[in-house]
């Protein structure tokens, strides 16, 4: 805390009187690797999956704050969780994550609308406020509990099912792909997309690749001037193919949906959509815009469920201490019931004290990003020219052994510790803000009755062959290696 608080005192934004005794310095001034060097460890020494560990080497290297180009783009690097603060508090009335994206790019070339992960300004405002009323209010959130927790029974028979003779289920995180798919499909849809079945309809599959291609491409297409784009045109097309295929299958489950219930409609029945797809569809916006937004919604509910999900599991696996505490948690709420409810998390606090630790140690988006187009700022005593780039390196601040003792260590107690506090900024995995996750509260949720659930059911143990695994960086976190564990039944 101590020295926490030193580094706070010195990162912080200059009062009166440091500014007068040291001036405030330009990007000219700010350290960082040049355009070659950095993109050769991009490039030749595979820095694009190991993004999240050249935010470490960064901080050790240059300090809490560094430029480079990454490809064309130039960015500033903050890791400190009192910069990172500074950046966010001036982000203005509608931030902006990132100007250059090749998801905006693609959306262009196809007349498509963005959707609320790519779009800004006041169109980013009003589906902001639309889907708010829904995605972030408690109330309207606990009310997906049965809807997922029906999600999750099928979970629980999938797992069963994909399980070997001595227990072992092979790729938990592809497991989880699903899982996740067909949970946030539950919460837009109010319908099943048979994910969790046992044979997967094909397009489903072609869906998740879709994603996992696209977030491979992201990271490359990004990096490339678009002038190489021309000269090495693969990867930008494989990248638009898997946007098209994604595209068009939440096109097709939306017009199926909506077309059931204006069948009803017409046939004089009362129609009681409570899905986020009907809400979406009675706002009166475009229906470009609604194909936009649930695409988005589909595609932001995967990865991040599943990658957690699969950490989280991973981690207890190996910590068997802590999965017997929270399995005695969750026991004692639920006295002689077997599904949670929403409501009965409230009185879970080592299971959210877990979920936290696992996306400390795992967050999903490594590193985040704002771009301030209505002025210049001061960050760290530095004057950033509006419309740069700023990379905020989440990745680097939750394994600061300053701000977290230990921290490459699983320990979900140390968010249960009054006396440990910790930054506010130093570990922000759904962001902070008004940009930030609109998920949040249908992901914990979801999360929480999962490994509630799972813990009831199975006693969960690594593989006796296993590897440990490391993550790596495809746009998000992810596992390095395929996890396998073992799911024994209790
Ligand atoms: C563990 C699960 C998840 C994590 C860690 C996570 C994390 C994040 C983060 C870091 C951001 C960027 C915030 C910012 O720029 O300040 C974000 C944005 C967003 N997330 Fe999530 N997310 C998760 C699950 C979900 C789910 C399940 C959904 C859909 C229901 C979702 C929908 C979105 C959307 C639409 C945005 C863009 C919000 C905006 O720009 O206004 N996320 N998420």
């Given at each position: 805390?101590?020295?926490?608080?030193?580094?706070?005192?010195?990162?912080?934004?200059?009062?009166?009187?440091?500014?007068?005794?040291?001036?405030?310095?330009?990007?000219?001034?700010?350290?960082?690797?040049?355009?070659?060097?950095?993109?050769?460890?991009?490039?030749?020494?595979?820095?694009l999956s190991r993004l999240h560990e050249l935010q470490l080497e960064g901080v050790q290297r240059y300090g809490p704050m560094w430029k480079a180009s990454f490809g064309p783009i130039l960015t500033v690097h903050v890791a400190d969780p009192e910069l990172i603060e500074?950046?966010?508090?001036?982000?203005?009335?509608?931030?902006?994550?990132?100007?250059?994206?090749?998801?905006?790019?693609?959306?262009?070339?196809?007349?498509?609308?963005?959707?609320?992960?790519?779009?800004?300004?006041?169109?980013?405002?009003?589906?902001?406020?639309?889907?708010?009323?829904?995605?972030?209010?408690?109330?309207?959130?606990?009310?997906?509990?049965?809807?997922?927790?029906?999600?999750?029974?099928?979970?629980?028979?999938?797992?069963r099912l994909s399980r070997s003779p001595h227990g072992l289920v092979t790729d938990i995180t592809s497991e989880f792909y699903r899982f996740g798919l067909e949970g946030i499909s539950s919460v837009l849809f109010e319908s099943r997309i048979g994910c969790l079945d046992?044979?997967?309809?094909?397009?489903?599959?072609?869906?998740?690749?879709?994603?996992?291609?696209?977030?491979?491409?992201?990271?490359?297409?990004?990096?490339?001037?678009?002038?190489?784009?021309?000269?090495?045109?693969?990867?930008?097309?494989?990248?638009?193919?898997?946007?098209?295929?994604?595209?068009?299958?939440?096109?097709?489950?939306?017009?199926?949906?909506?077309?059931?219930?204006?069948?009803?409609?017409?046939?004089?029945?009362?129609?009681?959509?409570?899905?986020?797809?009907?809400?979406?569809?009675?706002?009166?916006?475009?229906?470009?815009?609604?194909?936009?937004?649930?695409?988005?919604?589909?595609?932001?509910?995967?990865?991040?469920?599943?990658?957690?999900?699969?950490?989280?599991?991973?981690?207890?696996?190996?910590?068997?201490?802590?999965?017997?505490?929270?399995?005695?948690?969750?026991?004692?709420?639920?006295?002689?019931?077997?599904?949670?409810?929403?409501?009965?998390?409230?009185?879970?606090?080592?299971?959210?004290?877990?979920?936290?630790?696992?996306?400390?140690?795992?967050?999903?988006?490594?590193?985040?990003?704002?771009?301030?187009?209505?002025?210049?700022?001061?960050?760290?005593?530095?004057?950033?020219?509006?419309?740069?780039?700023?990379?905020?390196?989440?990745?680097?601040?939750?394994?600061?052994?300053?701000?977290?003792?230990?921290?490459?260590?699983?320990?979900?107690?140390?968010?249960?510790?009054?006396?440990?506090?910790?930054?506010?900024?130093?570990?922000?995995?759904?962001?902070?803000?008004?940009?930030?996750?609109?998920?949040?509260?249908?992901?914990?949720?979801?999360?929480?009755?999962?490994?509630?659930?799972?813990?009831?059911?199975?006693?969960?143990?690594?593989?006796?062959?296993?590897?440990?695994?490391?993550?790596?960086?495809?746009?998000?976190?992810?596992?390095?290696?395929?996890?396998?564990?073992?799911?024994?039944?209790?």
């Open positions: 805390m101590i020295s926490w608080a030193d580094r706070w005192a010195e990162g912080s934004a200059p009062g009166p009187e440091a500014t007068r005794t040291r001036p405030v310095r330009t990007l000219d001034h700010m350290p960082g690797p040049s355009f070659a060097s950095f993109a050769w460890d991009l490039f030749a020494k595979r820095g500074q950046v966010l508090r001036q982000e203005g009335q509608h931030p902006m994550r990132s100007d250059l994206s090749s998801w905006k790019d693609y959306r262009k070339q196809r007349g498509h609308h963005y959707g609320l992960l790519t779009s800004e300004g006041e169109e980013w405002q009003a589906v902001r406020s639309l889907l708010g009323k829904h995605m972030l209010r408690p109330k309207a959130v606990e009310a997906y509990d049965k809807t997922l927790n029906s999600v999750v029974s099928d979970l629980i028979a999938k797992l046992q044979a997967v309809p094909e397009e489903t599959e072609r869906f998740i690749q879709s994603i996992n291609k696209m977030f491979v491409m992201t990271l490359l297409t990004m990096a490339m001037p678009s002038w190489l784009h021309q000269l090495f045109p693969k990867p930008w097309k494989i990248f638009c193919q898997c946007w098209d295929y994604m595209f068009d299958f939440a096109k097709c489950y939306i017009d199926q949906r909506l077309t059931a219930e204006a069948e009803k409609v017409a046939r004089g029945e009362k129609v009681e959509g409570r899905y986020l797809t009907y809400f979406l569809s009675q706002t009166g916006l475009p229906m470009k815009t609604v194909y936009s937004n649930v695409t988005e919604l589909l595609l932001a509910g995967v990865d991040t469920i599943s990658s957690t999900m699969s950490w989280s599991l991973y981690e207890l696996s190996r910590h068997r201490e802590v999965q017997a505490s929270l399995r005695e948690e969750v026991l004692t709420v639920l006295k002689d019931r077997r599904m949670p409810e929403a409501a009965d998390v409230a009185h879970m606090p080592l299971l959210k004290a877990t979920v936290k630790e696992v996306l400390r140690l795992y967050p999903v988006i490594p590193a985040n990003a704002r771009v301030i187009t209505e002025k210049d700022v001061q960050v760290g005593g530095y004057l950033i020219p509006k419309n740069t780039l700023i990379t905020l390196c989440h990745f680097a601040t939750s394994r600061d052994p300053a701000v977290f003792p230990n921290p490459d260590e699983f320990h979900p107690q140390r968010w249960l510790n009054k006396d440990q506090t910790h930054h506010p900024y130093a570990s922000v995995p759904f962001g902070v803000g008004k940009r930030s996750c609109i998920g949040r509260r249908i992901a914990e949720l979801e999360l929480y009755l999962a490994l509630a659930r799972i813990l009831i059911e199975f006693d969960v143990k690594p593989d006796p062959e296993g590897v440990s695994v490391k993550p790596m960086t495809r746009t998000l976190l992810v596992p390095e290696n395929v996890i396998n564990l073992q799911f024994i039944e209790r």
